[in-house]
């Protein structure tokens, strides 16, 4: 079974600053999916970004990129210029291919991140 | 509109009573899931369900039941609550052959069992 940790229950960062959640993963599949998502106190889940374990290129979504390193089996969530509304928990997530019962995702604990004035 | 909705949003129920949660998606997504959160344990998954009819067990089922006679709807049945299910319950759906691997999900349900 698939395992996410996240070892960094909360974080804080002031704003316009840069700050970088961790994720490390255990897996023996060498195809899969990796996500972040957030979650403001609204409650909703928001997927912020993702990646995909075949591409070597990490992704990047405006402000946000992430450190994908396969062989060390880490996914680290970096956040740039960071703004007040960035304040959620962030949760990182873990899924293999598509088709049949592997279509779920595994998530993390959370990192609950304070953006200050 | 579209989207997925949950009801109720919050319930307040007694240990021993029966309790379920509704989730509804007009997105015809095949994939439908059901996940808790609670404090320190992030999301678990608890059901999940590849199509009508076809259901299978998470990583906590014990204590709930589920069933999905239509594509659209996925109830999550707690028979008997405990306190221990006391948690925010969220629903999420997903096309078969989405390969973002995006799950789209509600607003969430809080269940508070006394």
């Known amino acids: 079974a698939q395992t996410v940790t996240q070892s960094q229950p909360e974080m804080s960062v002031q704003e316009a600053e840069t700050v970088t959640l961790s994720c490390t993963y255990d897996?023996?599949?060498?195809?899969?999916?990796l996500f972040w998502y957030k979650q403001p106190p609204s409650r909703q889940m928001i997927l912020v970004i993702r990646?995909?374990?075949?591409?070597?290129q990490n992704a990047t979504e405006n402000r946000f990129s992430v450190n994908f390193q396969k062989a060390a089996k880490s996914f680290s969530l970096k956040i740039s210029d960071s703004q007040l509304g960035d304040t959620a928990m962030y949760f990182c997530?873990?899924?293999?291919?598509?088709?049949?019962?592997?279509?779920?995702?595994?998530f993390g604990t959370g990192t609950r991140l304070q953006v200050t004035l | 509109d579209a989207g997925i909705t949950q009801s109720p949003r919050y319930k307040i129920t007694e240990t021993g009573r029966q309790v379920t949660l509704m989730c509804h998606q007009t997105?015809?997504?095949?994939?439908m899931f059901w996940y808790r959160q609670d404090l320190g344990h992030g999301l678990r998954l608890i059901y999940y369900?590849?199509?009508?009819?076809?259901?299978d067990k998470g990583e906590v089922p014990d204590g709930y039941v589920v069933s999905r006679s239509k594509t659209e709807n996925f109830p999550l049945t707690l028979e008997s609550a405990t306190r221990s299910q006391t948690s925010v319950y969220f629903c999420?759906?997903?096309?078969?052959?989405?390969?973002?691997?995006?799950?789209?999900f509600g607003e969430g349900s809080r269940l508070t069992v006394l």
């Open positions: 997105w015809s997504h095949s994939y």
């Open positions: 997530a873990f899924m293999k291919p598509l088709g049949g019962t592997a279509s779920k995702l595994t």
């Open positions: 369900s590849a199509a009508a009819d076809i259901t």
């Open positions: 990646q995909e374990a075949y591409k070597q």
């Open positions: 999420a759906s997903k096309w078969a052959g989405e390969n973002t691997g995006e799950l789209f």
């Open positions: 897996t023996s599949e060498n195809n899969y999916y």
